[in-house]
């Protein structure tokens, strides 16, 4: 007879303590040239993040050229008084570096990620970016040409078009808000150089500008490494620009952006809200998470699971621009796409949603649920320098307090479910949404106007 074999079997290892934990805290300080530097010590990150925050934002740009800022923050890569636009990509490929810029309500943002042996080199490239940009005629003419051909594309996407059409809804006219954050082809088809070379001068300064730095830096100098690159960098001081308090019209109703034989809906609900500043912001958030945060959420629950109308609907809250004063505000909204012939039922059943968390509340397994996925995940979430760099960067361009993010999680371990109930109910009333639907307006007009959610208007897609 053949033996049999035997296996030893080890022990299954056990999960040990967990560790306690919080966002990590910056330290603050400044350069001599006005430059304020957060820097954020995080032991093993050898990849190190770097954000700059400029204070140029959107509603700076000047009249008929929406869209200046972003292709000056897509210019600083492309030449320098020491490189030519390939040389300077090169410089940074041999530094194994990446450096990214975009523009926003709150102003332009750049992006350094490099590692900690080549950091000198890159904050010297980063440096030399900001203090002595080309602008080079060609390059500028370039980014425009390319920035020309996403917008057609953008329009094409149905969740961009309904981002348009909702900030178009939603606020002003005159609000620089109102617009496409990158430009319209009109306005983009007019900035050239000196335009791009006039926004720089007029809004880009160390004196209003906040470098944040994330990751180990064991062994750099970094006082002496900021001083010798970013350091170098100078600028006039500015006045303080005021800034235009948030308006909004979000009278209950429902735009309708025709795409004639389209199979789907894409459906984007929202409003303004409270913004961080707000002591509503953590009750809001766990609210929001509970609504249409993940798959387990309401929304999902009975659009998805129940009712297979969609592969996902999600409830969220995203700051346009946020202050102290109150002037602020956040985008509340929500968000999917339903095949066409249930876009009316679909509708109906998230209003029911809606109708019925007013009227009974959040449970208390919702409540527990939403605070685990929050805060039991944020240590995976942060794992990264540039995740840390991003959120220290969101806090300065957001006018809060360096622990603002830590002590955020408190509040949301600490929040109840009535709290988060009221929060989130505010946050979505029924008969104040702007509703934007951009599908085939023939088949979902009728069903839609059944609904009684509001007046329904018809726009031609460009």
């Known amino acids: 007879m053949t033996e049999l074999a035997t296996m030893d079997f080890h022990a299954q290892p056990q999960a040990g303590e967990p560790k306690p934990w919080a966002f990590p805290a910056p330290e603050r300080g400044s350069l001599g040239n006005g430059l304020t530097v957060l820097r954020c010590h995080r032991p093993g990150q050898q990849v190190v993040a770097v954000e700059v925050l400029l204070d140029a934002p959107l509603d700076a740009e000047p009249a008929g050229l929406d869209g200046v800022a972003t292709i000056m923050a897509r210019a600083f890569s492309e030449g320098t008084d020491k490189h030519s636009a390939e040389e300077f990509a090169a410089e940074l490929e041999r530094c194994g570096a990446t450096l990214d810029a975009h523009a926003d309500h709150p102003g332009v943002r750049l992006s350094l990620e490099v590692p900690v042996s080549r950091l000198a080199k890159a904050l010297g490239l980063l440096a030399d970016a900001l203090r002595a940009p080309a602008f080079a005629d060609g390059e500028v003419e370039r980014l425009v040409r390319n920035r020309l051909d996403e917008i057609p594309h953008e329009l094409a996407n149905p969740s961009r078009r309904a981002a348009k059409e909702l900030s178009k809804e939603l606020f002003p006219a005159d609000s620089r808000m109102s617009r496409p954050r990158q430009g319209t082809e009109e306005t983009v088809a007019a900035v050239d150089s000196a335009a791009v070379r006039a926004f720089y001068e007029r809004h880009v300064r160390p004196a209003t500008a906040t470098a944040v730095v994330v990751g180990d830096l064991t062994g750099v100098d970094l006082d002496a490494l900021l001083g010798e690159t970013l350091g170098a960098w100078t600028g006039a001081a500015a006045e303080p620009r005021p800034v235009p308090p948030v308006t909004a019209d979000d009278r209950g109703r429902v735009v309708i952006v025709d795409r004639p034989g389209a199979v789907q809906t894409q459906l984007l609900i929202g409003r303004t809200g409270a913004d961080r500043h707000d002591r509503v912001w953590p009750a809001q958030v766990l609210g929001t998470y509970c609504l249409g945060g993940t798959l387990t959420s309401r929304l999902d629950r009975v659009l998805r699971e129940e009712k297979g109308y969609t592969y996902g609907v999600r409830a969220f809250g995203q700051v346009l621009r946020s202050a102290p004063d109150g002037t602020g505000a956040a985008m509340l909204a929500i968000s999917g796409s339903v095949d066409t012939p249930n876009t009316g039922p679909a509708l109906e059943d998230l209003w029911t ?72 109910v505010n946050a979505f009333p029924v008969d104040r949404l702007v509703t934007v639907l951009v599908g085939d307006a023939v088949q979902i007009k009728q069903p839609v106007e059944a609904l009684g959610i509001g007046e329904v208007t018809v726009v031609a897609a460009e």
């Open 353 to 424: 949603v809606l109708r019925k968390l007013a009227a009974e509340g959040l449970t208390d397994a919702e409540r527990d649920v939403a605070v685990q996925n929050l805060v039991g995940v944020a240590p995976l979430k942060y794992e990264t320098a540039a995740a840390v760099a991003s959120t220290l960067a969101d806090q300065v361009e957001q006018h809060l307090p360096d622990d603002f993010q830590a002590t955020l999680y408190r509040q949301l371990a600490a929040t109840g479910t009535v709290e988060a109930t009221a929060a989130v």
